[in-house]
C-alpha cells in the first residue's frame, strides 16, 4: 500500500504522479479521490496556467499577487493557525464566522468556507462549467491508465464539509450572512434554504451520474457521513476548516 497523494495538487497533476511514480509498482487497486470542495476549480485553473504560456511561477505571481514558495508557506501556516484555534478571529477571517448546528441537542458552532461552484451553480451550469470537464477528463484518463495496466480503479468522492452537515445548521440567519458576502454581479446567490441544498446535491449528483454513464467504480462518502454525524453528532471537520479531522479519516476508512 502507498500513498501518492499532495495536498493542493490539482486532478491533472495526479494524473503526473500516476505515471510517474505509481504505474512502475504494479497495483492491484488504484484509488482516485475527488474532494467536492474544490477539486473542480483546481482542474480550470491548472488548465488556465497550461494555456497561459507562462511559467508556473509567473501565472501563480499574476493570480495571487505572491511568489509561489511564500503563497504556499503562508497558505500553510494560516492553515495550521486556524486548525488549532477555538475559535477564528472573526474580524480578520468573516468568511469563518461560527455557524451553530445541531448536534444530537448539543449546539457546536463551525465555520464553512464558502464555495461559489457548489453554492451558487445548478446541475446544469456546472455540467457547462470547464472545470467539470477538466476534472472528468482526468479521472477518464486515470481510468485509461489503470485498464492498461490491469489495475481496479474506484473514484473516491469527498464531500464538503456543508455538504455532511447542511441539516444540522440551526443558525440560519448567520447562514444567510456568509451567503449574503458572497453576492455579486456575477454569481447572484440566491438565498433560501432549500434551493441552497439543491444546489449542494447538484454536484454529488452530477458526478454520480456521470461516472455511472462512463462505467467508472465509485465510492460517495456523503451519504455515509451524513447518516454517522445523524446517529452519533460527531465532528468530522475541523471546527474552522474544510478538512476532515481524526475522527473523520477514522470514520471514511470504515466506508
Given at each position: 500500500?502507498?500513498?501518492?497523494?499532495?495536498?493542493?495538487?490539482?486532478?491533472?497533476?495526479?494524473?503526473?504522479?500516476?505515471k510517474?511514480?505509481?504505474i512502475?509498482?504494479n497495483p492491484?487497486?488504484?484509488?482516485?479521490?475527488?474532494?467536492?470542495g474544490?477539486?473542480?476549480?483546481?482542474?480550470?485553473?491548472?488548465?488556465?496556467?497550461?494555456?497561459?504560456?507562462?511559467?508556473?511561477?509567473?501565472?501563480?505571481r499574476?493570480?495571487?499577487?505572491a511568489m509561489?514558495?511564500?503563497?504556499?508557506?503562508?497558505?500553510?501556516?494560516?492553515?495550521?493557525?486556524r486548525?488549532n484555534?477555538?475559535h477564528?478571529?472573526t474580524?480578520q477571517e468573516?468568511?469563518?464566522?461560527?455557524?451553530?448546528?445541531?448536534?444530537?441537542?448539543?449546539i457546536?458552532?463551525?465555520?464553512?468556507?464558502?464555495?461559489?461552484h457548489?453554492?451558487?451553480?445548478?446541475?446544469?451550469?456546472?455540467?457547462?462549467h470547464?472545470?467539470?470537464y477538466?476534472?472528468?477528463?482526468?479521472i477518464k484518463e486515470?481510468?485509461?491508465?489503470?485498464?492498461?495496466?490491469?489495475?481496479?480503479?474506484?473514484?473516491?468522492?469527498?464531500?464538503?464539509?456543508?455538504?455532511?452537515?447542511?441539516?444540522?445548521?440551526?443558525?440560519?440567519?448567520?447562514l444567510?450572512r456568509?451567503?449574503?458576502?458572497?453576492?455579486h454581479?456575477?454569481?447572484?446567490?440566491?438565498?433560501g434554504?432549500?434551493?441552497?441544498?439543491?444546489?449542494?446535491?447538484?454536484?454529488k449528483?452530477?458526478?454520480?451520474?456521470?461516472?455511472?454513464?462512463?462505467?467508472i467504480?465509485?465510492?460517495?462518502?456523503?451519504e455515509?457521513?451524513r447518516?454517522h454525524?445523524k446517529?452519533?453528532?460527531?465532528?468530522?471537520?475541523?471546527?474552522?476548516?474544510?478538512?476532515?479531522?481524526a475522527?473523520?479519516?477514522?470514520q471514511?476508512?470504515?466506508?
Amino acid at each position: 500500500e502507498i500513498n501518492l497523494a499532495m495536498s493542493g495538487y490539482a486532478p491533472q497533476q495526479s494524473i503526473e504522479v500516476l505515471k510517474r511514480y505509481g504505474i512502475e509498482r504494479n497495483p492491484k487497486i488504484v484509488l482516485f479521490q475527488i474532494f467536492y470542495g474544490n477539486d473542480m476549480g483546481d482542474a480550470f485553473r491548472f488548465a488556465q496556467w497550461q494555456a497561459s504560456g507562462k511559467s508556473y511561477f509567473q501565472f501563480t505571481r499574476d493570480e495571487f499577487g505572491a511568489m509561489p514558495q511564500l503563497f504556499l508557506t503562508w497558505k500553510y501556516i494560516e492553515g495550521l493557525l486556524r486548525l488549532n484555534r477555538p475559535h477564528p478571529d472573526t474580524n480578520q477571517e468573516e468568511k469563518w464566522k461560527p455557524i451553530e448546528c445541531n448536534l444530537n441537542g448539543e449546539i457546536v458552532p463551525m465555520g464553512f468556507y464558502p464555495n461559489p461552484h457548489m453554492w451558487v451553480l445548478n446541475k446544469d451550469e456546472l455540467f457547462n462549467h470547464p472545470g467539470f470537464y477538466y476534472l472528468m477528463t482526468s479521472i477518464k484518463e486515470a481510468k485509461q491508465i489503470c485498464d492498461s495496466i490491469g489495475a481496479e480503479f474506484i473514484v473516491c468522492l469527498i464531500p464538503d464539509k456543508l455538504m455532511v452537515y447542511y441539516d444540522f445548521i440551526a443558525d440560519e440567519e448567520n447562514l444567510g450572512r456568509l451567503l449574503e458576502q458572497q453576492n455579486h454581479e456575477k454569481l447572484k446567490i440566491e438565498r433560501g434554504k432549500q434551493e441552497l441544498r439543491e444546489k449542494l446535491d447538484g454536484q454529488k449528483d452530477l458526478f454520480n451520474q456521470a461516472l455511472t454513464n462512463y462505467q467508472i467504480q465509485f465510492i460517495d462518502f456523503t451519504e455515509p457521513l451524513r447518516e454517522h454525524v445523524k446517529n452519533s453528532g460527531d465532528v468530522l471537520y475541523y471546527r474552522y476548516d474544510t478538512h476532515w479531522n481524526a475522527k473523520g479519516h477514522e470514520q471514511a476508512a470504515q466506508i
